[in-house]
């Protein structure tokens, strides 16, 4: 009788340790198609952000008076603060974790493409961009390879 009770009580722990399993393991796959949609979110918008500004240069330089000049400095701020900021990104994204730098970049590239749209000179359609690529674009790659990786 004692033997019985031992081995039933083996085998609930059993059970309940598979079941603890397959809930991890559940969690696991959710957590990972966030993270999934997440990049993928995060790649449209980027995408988005720089094609959409090639496009929509052409009207603001008409409306601004903007020679091409003024124009290649506006999608070359980008690139500069881009270029600058990708090696402190990717050692704030070994610190911090690259799940927030990811949230942090997609939320910024929404923020700086509504205030490029409310832009009313060049030195701040520059300084958006400068911006747009030092603090938003910039940290994308290094966490979504890490993430990627996992």
Known sequence: MVFFSI?????????NGEIMAIKQSEQLNRKNNLMIATLFL??????IDK????????PIAK??????TQTGWIM???????TLMQIPMGLLNNK???RKILVFSILFVAIFMLLFGLGK???YFMLIRFL??????????????KEISL
């Open 7 to 15: 081995l039933s009580s083996i085998t609930k722990k059993l059970e």
């Open 42 to 47: 995060g790649y449209i918008m980027i995408y």
């Open 51 to 58: 094609l959409g500004v090639g496009v929509a240069l052409v």
């Open 63 to 68: 409306e601004f008076s903007l020679s091409t």
């Open 76 to 82: 070359s701020s980008f690139f500069v603060g881009y």
């Open 96 to 98: 911090i974790g690259s």
């Open 121 to 123: 000179g060049l030195i």
């Open 132 to 145: 747009t690529g030092a603090i938003a674009h910039s940290g994308y790659p290094a966490s979504s390879g």
